[in-house]
């Protein structure tokens, strides 16, 4: 399995989002459980975001093994978000 690197900010709705996909995802399909899964806080833990400050501009991002998987855009409905995390664990557990 690979490690998913999830990259957030606090108070931000879409990263409330990508946490409700991720726990509802995880709950469906327990194989997701045993994903390795680091989270940085972009603005708590910036030298942690840093490497991957080149491959992103919104948050939530999500890279599997340092590649990135999925990166929010303005406007993005639920749906959509959960369907782009399930990528994500697809790809880790791959």
Do not use: W
């Not at 709950?27 to 080149?54: C, H, R, T, Y």
């Not at 978000?81 to 880790?92: D, G, M, N, P, R």
Request: glycine residues 2%; charged residues 30%.
């Amino acid at each position: 399995m690979k490690k998913i690197t999830f990259i957030y900010l606090n108070g931000c709705p879409y990263c409330a989002n990508a946490r409700r996909a991720i726990d509802e995802l995880i709950s469906k399909n327990p194989e997701f459980k045993s994903v390795e899964f680091d989270e940085i806080e972009e603005s708590e833990q910036m030298e942690l975001a840093k490497p991957f400050a080149k491959y992103y501009y919104y948050v939530p991002t999500m890279f599997v093994d340092n590649k990135k998987i999925y990166e929010a855009h303005p406007g993005e409905s639920y749906d959509d978000c959960l369907a782009s995390v399930q990528k994500v664990f697809e790809a880790a557990v791959k």
